[in-house]
């Protein structure tokens, strides 16, 4: 029989890793950042070799074998469509299915003659460990949630209750932004154009400062914001980067002294609800809103904003129309 | 270490389980073979090993990733499991789609 190639790797992460890794952070070329999948060596490794599973994602690869520095091992690449490893398992492809295929058509069982597989964490979403064994005879043994804790969990094959936990600091929520900012891209450039040609600088500035509150503020300050759900976490946000506009109406002396009242709730009325939009889409970049809580949130919140966004729009562009015609 | 969660019926299955109520996840002691890879895979330690059997201690946190439910041999946990993405199902709402799931676009 003719063994299956098995591809070399290494712990190094080249300059052309880097820039792979930085255009997949702002999201250049989403869908290109794939590693072949199949078994690679790193080291020298022997018949009783470690072998540790991942996702053909780039990013997911890399942080595995960058931290396998001085290790003799196998990686064994499962084909997760160049998505990462906890996003595949919800997706079903980094799978049961997909694992026990891999080792097939790697022929891993002529290549080691141990008999355990060692899993990131996360990939226990998509993986079922005693289906695993009982159809390929490997065990599986779920490693911690992120590599770089590897080098300790593999003194003993134990992991801490830390190394357990996913974790959402604010460098990881940092690193979502340019993405966050590359979804959003058209909206934020369209809406102040077009905003500009209809209404002027102010109006414009008004939606770029929604915008970027929802999208770049609202995931640093998300922890720090009082109340629970994203939604009213995004209706505080809004509230607070209105203030500035609404003392700068305040202070304009605009006559008569209600108009700038009406402009200042009508800016409140479409901020609040857009950041808040803006904050409830964020839900599925964190590791912790459960489906269920997404949809009563969804059922709870959008009619409130959607609310207040017509209701806000509308008082604006009365309040307009009427200066504009001269009626008060 | 605090108290058990109360046992319930739950969802009107015929056996009394723990969970909250803010979530689909559902465990049965009385199924549970102690095997602990629930505690294991947990990314927010809902389960616990103590004294050679696992507890669930905060039902509250479950995200309803599915990963305890699947990696149970003994069928002790139940969990509707699903991706917790606003953005996802409201899309699959204006499209007039059932089943969610990230866009091929979507989620790194």
Not at chain 1, 156 to 173: L, W
Request: hydrophobic share 45%; net charge positive; with cysteine.
């Amino acid at each position: 029989m003719k063994m299956p190639e098995i591809f070399d790797t290494s712990s190094i992460i080249t300059r052309q890793d880097e820039w792979d890794h930085f255009s997949a952070r702002i999201g250049y070329r989403r869908m290109y950042h794939r590693v072949r999948p199949g078994l690679y060596t790193l080291g020298k490794p022997g018949k009783d070799s470690p072998v540790f599973v991942s996702a053909n994602y780039t990013l997911s690869f890399d942080a595995l074998r960058s931290n396998l520095k001085g290790m003799d091992c196998y990686v064994l690449v499962l084909d997760t469509k160049g998505i990462n490893v906890w996003c595949a398992a919800a997706k079903g492809t980094f799978a049961t299915n997909e694992l026990i295929n891999r080792i097939e058509v790697t022929s891993l069982k002529e290549v080691v003659d141990q008999r355990t597989l060692i899993l990131p964490q996360l990939g226990a979403a998509g993986v079922s460990a005693h289906e695993v064994k009982k159809r390929t005879g490997f065990k599986v043994e779920y490693g911690p949630v992120r590599a770089a804790d590897i080098t300790e969990y593999m003194k003993d094959h134990k992991a801490t209750e830390e190394m357990r936990t996913v974790r959402f600091r604010a460098r990881d929520r940092a690193l979502l932004i340019p993405v966050e900012i590359k979804n959003w891209v058209l909206y934020l450039l369209l809406i102040p154009i077009a905003l500009f040609l209809i209404a002027g600088w102010f109006t414009a500035l008004v939606a770029i400062t929604a915008i970027m509150a929802g999208v770049v503020l609202f995931p640093l300050l998300m922890p720090i914001l009082p109340t629970k759900d994203f939604s009213s976490k995004g209706f505080v946000l809004g509230a607070l980067v209105s203030l500035p506009f609404i003392f700068f109406l305040l202070t304009e002396g605009l006559n008569p002294s209600w108009i700038p009242a009406g402009y200042s709730l009508a800016i409140v009325l479409i901020i609040c609800p857009a950041v808040a939009y803006l904050a409830l889409n964020f839900t599925g970049s964190t590791p912790f809103a459960s489906r269920t809580g997404v949809r009563r949130e969804i059922f709870k919140y959008i009619p409130v904003i959607a609310g207040m966004f017509i209701t806000g729009a509308a008082l604006a562009a009365i309040l307009s129309v009427g200066k504009f015609m001269g009626w008060f | 270490m605090q108290g058990d969660i109360p046992m319930i019926q739950l969802d009107g299955l015929p056996i009394k389980g723990q969970g909250s109520e803010i979530n689909t996840l559902r465990f049965f002691p009385g199924r549970c073979g102690n095997c602990g890879l629930c505690a294991v895979v947990c990314p927010h330690r809902v389960f616990m090993p103590s004294n050679g059997r696992v507890r669930m201690v905060r039902p509250e946190k479950c995200m309803e990733c599915g990963a305890c439910q699947l990696n149970c041999p003994a069928g002790a946990i139940k969990v509707d499991s699903g991706v917790g993405c606003a953005a996802a199902m409201i899309r699959a709402a204006l499209k007039g789609k059932k089943e969610v799931t990230c866009g091929e676009d979507c989620c790194d």
